[in-house]
C-alpha cells in the first residue's frame, strides 16, 4: 500500500483519536502564527533603527519571561491542571504581545511585547507538549502522536515564514501580528468548543487510566527521577543549542563567507534558510513514521550522526567558491537530525518520567530551549568575531557530536 496515497493519508489521519487531532491542528495554526513572528521579528525592528545588542536584548527577555514560566507551567501541569487551559492562557498572552508588537515604536515597547511573547511561550510549550501522550489511546503510541505533531510544527513554521515575507513584498511586514491575532482567535476556538465535546467522551477512560498508572508507579519513585534524565537533558542542550545556531548564526555566515567561499546577498541567504525550513516541513512526517518503532538509543545516535555528516559538509563548504552547493547538500542530514530529534526527544521524557512528575520533566526539557537561547548565540557570536570564520565552531561542534555518542545508551 503507498502510504502517501490520498486515501491512505486519510485513513492514517482518521486513526487517530478526536482530541488528538484536534490537539495536531492547534498546534499546526499556532506555528503558522509563531513561524512569522519568531523569524522576522528582528527584521521588522531592525528597519525601525533598533540596534543589534537592543534586539538581542528583546531575545533575551523572551528567554527569561519564557524559563519562569515554564517552571510554573510544570508545576501547576503535576498538580493537575489541565494542559488545555494552559494553552488557552498561552494563546491569551500571545495575542496581547501581538498587539504590542504591531504598534511598538521605541524599545520600551518591544521589550514589553517580547517579554509577553516568551511568557506565552514557556506556558504554552510544556503544556502543548503534554497534550500529546494524554489524548492518545491504547492504539497509538506517544511516539507517533509526537511525530506528527512535530511535522504540523515544521508545516505550520514554514507557512507563516512565507506568509511574512509576501507581507513584506507589500510593504507591510507586521501582518505577521495580525495573522497570529486571527491563528490565537482560532483555536481558542477549537479548544472551548470542538474540543470540549470530544474530551467529554473520552474523559472518565482517560482518568481511570491514569489513575490506574499512578497508583502502581507513585510508590515506586522519588525524584531519582531527574537523574535518570540526565543523559537526554544532556544531548537536549547540545542539539537545541545547534537549532539556535542553525537559526541565528548560520545566516551570519553565509552572509561573512567562508575561507574561500565568497559572501552570499541578503537574497541568497533568505532563499537557503527558505529551503532549510522547507525540507523540515517536507521531512518531519517521514522520518518520525519511518523510526517510531524504533528504540531511543538507536533514534539519538542516528540523529547524532547526521548532525556530524551536515557540520563536515559546512566546514567544506568553507574551501570552495560555489560552498553554496556544499550547503545544500549539507542542509539534507541536518534536517533529518531534527526530525529525529523533536518528536523521539519529546516522547523520551514522557516514557522516562513517572506520571506524577511528567509536566516537571516536560518543563524540564523545554527549559533546554531557553538557555541555549541565552547562551550558544551569544558564544558562538564571540567565537566567529575572533577567527572571522564559522570554520572553528562547526568543527568543535562536530567533536561533540562524537563524544555524545556513547552518552546516548543511557537514555530509556
Given at each position: 500500500?503507498?502510504?502517501?496515497?490520498?486515501?491512505?493519508?486519510?485513513?492514517?489521519?482518521?486513526?487517530?483519536?478526536?482530541?488528538?487531532?484536534?490537539?495536531?491542528?492547534?498546534?499546526?495554526?499556532?506555528?503558522?502564527?509563531?513561524?512569522?513572528?519568531?523569524?522576522?521579528?528582528?527584521?521588522?525592528?531592525?528597519?525601525?533603527?533598533?540596534?543589534?545588542?537592543?534586539?538581542?536584548?528583546?531575545?533575551?527577555?523572551?528567554?527569561?519571561?519564557?524559563?519562569?514560566?515554564?517552571?510554573?507551567?510544570?508545576?501547576?501541569l503535576d498538580k493537575k491542571l489541565s494542559s488545555i487551559k494552559a494553552i488557552k492562557v498561552a494563546c491569551l498572552f500571545a495575542i496581547l504581545?501581538?498587539?504590542?508588537?504591531?504598534?511598538?515604536?521605541?524599545?520600551?515597547?518591544?521589550?514589553?511585547?517580547?517579554?509577553?511573547?516568551?511568557?506565552?511561550?514557556?506556558?504554552?510549550?510544556?503544556?502543548?507538549?503534554?497534550?500529546?501522550?494524554?489524548?492518545?489511546?491504547?492504539?497509538?503510541?506517544?511516539?507517533?502522536?509526537?511525530?506528527?505533531?512535530?511535522?504540523?510544527?515544521?508545516?505550520?513554521?514554514?507557512?507563516?515564514?512565507?506568509?511574512?515575507?509576501?507581507?513584506?513584498?507589500?510593504?507591510?511586514?507586521?501582518?505577521?501580528?495580525?495573522?497570529?491575532?486571527?491563528?490565537?482567535?482560532?483555536?481558542?476556538?477549537?479548544?472551548?468548543?470542538?474540543?470540549?465535546?470530544?474530551?467529554?467522551?473520552?474523559?472518565?477512560?482517560?482518568?481511570?487510566?491514569?489513575?490506574?498508572?499512578?497508583?502502581?508507579?507513585?510508590?515506586?519513585?522519588?525524584?531519582?527521577?531527574?537523574?535518570?534524565?540526565?543523559?537526554?537533558?544532556?544531548?537536549?542542550?547540545?542539539?537545541?543549542?545547534?537549532?539556535?545556531?542553525?537559526?541565528?548564526?548560520?545566516?551570519?555566515?553565509?552572509?561573512?563567507?567562508?575561507?574561500?567561499?565568497?559572501?552570499?546577498?541578503?537574497?541568497?541567504?533568505?532563499?537557503?534558510?527558505?529551503?532549510?525550513?522547507?525540507?523540515?516541513?517536507?521531512?518531519?512526517?517521514?522520518?518520525?513514521?519511518?523510526?517510531?518503532?524504533?528504540?531511543?538509543?538507536?533514534?539519538?545516535?542516528?540523529?547524532?550522526?547526521?548532525?556530524?555528516?551536515?557540520?563536515?559538509?559546512?566546514?567544506?563548504?568553507?574551501?570552495?567558491?560555489?560552498?553554496?552547493?556544499?550547503?545544500?547538500?549539507?542542509?539534507?542530514?541536518?534536517?533529518?537530525?531534527?526530525?529525529?530529534?523533536?518528536?523521539?526527544?519529546?516522547?523520551?521524557?514522557?516514557?522516562?518520567?513517572?506520571?506524577?512528575?511528567?509536566?516537571?520533566?516536560?518543563?524540564?526539557?523545554?527549559?533546554?530551549?531557553?538557555?541555549?537561547?541565552?547562551?550558544?548565540?551569544?558564544?558562538?557570536?564571540?567565537?566567529?568575531?575572533?577567527?572571522?570564520?564559522?570554520?572553528?565552531?562547526?568543527?568543535?561542534?562536530?567533536?561533540?557530536?562524537?563524544?555524545?555518542?556513547?552518552?546516548?545508551?543511557?537514555?530509556?
Amino acid at each position: 500500500m503507498n502510504l502517501f496515497s490520498t486515501s491512505s493519508v486519510s485513513n492514517y489521519w482518521e486513526k487517530f483519536p478526536v482530541s488528538l487531532r484536534l490537539i495536531i491542528k492547534a498546534r499546526l495554526w499556532t506555528a503558522i502564527g509563531a513561524g512569522g513572528v519568531l523569524y522576522l521579528s528582528p527584521i521588522i525592528f531592525n528597519s525601525l533603527g533598533f540596534s543589534a545588542e537592543q534586539i538581542g536584548r528583546g531575545i533575551t527577555t523572551a528567554a527569561f519571561a519564557g524559563i519562569t514560566t515554564r517552571f510554573g507551567t510544570g508545576y501547576l501541569l503535576d498538580k493537575k491542571l489541565s494542559s488545555i487551559k494552559a494553552i488557552k492562557v498561552a494563546c491569551l498572552f500571545a495575542i496581547l504581545s501581538d498587539f504590542i508588537l504591531f504598534y511598538s515604536q521605541n524599545f520600551l515597547a518591544f521589550l514589553c511585547g517580547q517579554f509577553f511573547l516568551g511568557a506565552a511561550a514557556g506556558i504554552y510549550w510544556p503544556s502543548a507538549e503534554l497534550a500529546i501522550p494524554s489524548n492518545c489511546n491504547t492504539k497509538i503510541k506517544s511516539s507517533e502522536g509526537y511525530s506528527l505533531a512535530r511535522s504540523a510544527d515544521a508545516i505550520g513554521v514554514t507557512l507563516g515564514v512565507l506568509l511574512g515575507t509576501i507581507g513584506s513584498y507589500f510593504e507591510f511586514p507586521r501582518i505577521i501580528y495580525l495573522i497570529d491575532i486571527l491563528c490565537m482567535l482560532y483555536i481558542l476556538n477549537i479548544l472551548l468548543n470542538k474540543l470540549g465535546i470530544s474530551r467529554n467522551k473520552i474523559a472518565f477512560k482517560i482518568k481511570d487510566d491514569l489513575d490506574v498508572k499512578y497508583k502502581s508507579l507513585e510508590k515506586k519513585y522519588n525524584l531519582k527521577w531527574i537523574i535518570s534524565l540526565l543523559p537526554l537533558l544532556l544531548i537536549t542542550l547540545f542539539v537545541t543549542g545547534i537549532m539556535s545556531l542553525l537559526q541565528s548564526i548560520l545566516p551570519i555566515d553565509l552572509a561573512n563567507g567562508g575561507i574561500i567561499r565568497p559572501p552570499f546577498t541578503d537574497q541568497k541567504v533568505a532563499t537557503l534558510l527558505t529551503i532549510k525550513l522547507i525540507l523540515l516541513a517536507f521531512f518531519q512526517w517521514p522520518v518520525g513514521y519511518i523510526l517510531r518503532n524504533k528504540n531511543s538509543p538507536f533514534k539519538f545516535r542516528l540523529c547524532l550522526t547526521s548532525l556530524l555528516i551536515g557540520f563536515i559538509f559546512l566546514s567544506l563548504s568553507n574551501f570552495l567558491l560555489d560552498g553554496y552547493l556544499i550547503i545544500l547538500l549539507a542542509f539534507i542530514p541536518l534536517t533529518i537530525s531534527l526530525c529525529i530529534f523533536l518528536p523521539s526527544a519529546s516522547d523520551a521524557i514522557i516514557n522516562s518520567a513517572p506520571i506524577k512528575y511528567q509536566g516537571s520533566a516536560i518543563a524540564l526539557y523545554s527549559q533546554c530551549f531557553g538557555i541555549s537561547s541565552l547562551t550558544v548565540p551569544w558564544m558562538a557570536g564571540k567565537l566567529i568575531d575572533t577567527y572571522d570564520t564559522a570554520l572553528q565552531l562547526w568543527l568543535i561542534v562536530s567533536i561533540l557530536c562524537i563524544l555524545l555518542v556513547p552518552i546516548s545508551k543511557n537514555i530509556k
